[in-house]
């Protein structure tokens, strides 16, 4: 199993982005464009009609997501980052399992 990709139910991305995004922190000189405030279900769902695709910092928040083909969502850097399954935490409510099974630990 690759820990670095998860696995979003189907229509549940907006909701796995925003998940992401309240979770992470400004970082760096993120703290000059950082937003205090959470991103909603409509902005979220606005970044992925837009094709936005690949998430660096948002509003000076740490990303470092990607939209992969099959719902599922590379998240390694963000891990990284902010911590052992970070992202897996952020997003357990929206996650399902990988082909073969595997739903990440959370920890």
């Known amino acids: 199993m ?3 990709i998860i696995k979003i139910k189907e229509g549940k991305m907006p909701e796995a982005l925003r998940a992401l995004y309240n979770a992470s922190q ?4 993120g703290m000059i464009e950082y937003e205090a405030r959470d991103m909603t279900i409509a902005e979220a769902r606005h970044q992925i009609d837009e094709g936005v ?3 660096d910092y948002v509003k000076g928040r740490y990303m470092k997501a990607w939209i992969c083909p099959g719902s599922l969502l590379f998240v390694g850097r963000y891990d990284r980052q ?3 399954h970070a ?3 952020a997003c357990l409510e929206f996650m399902e399992p990988m ?3 595997a739903v990440p630990a959370v920890g």
């Open 2 to 4: 690759n820990e670095d």
């Open 26 to 29: 400004p970082v760096g000189l």
């Open 53 to 55: 695709g690949v998430w």
């Open 82 to 84: 902010l911590g052992f």
């Open 87 to 89: 992202a897996a935490s």
């Open 99 to 101: 082909d073969n099974g």
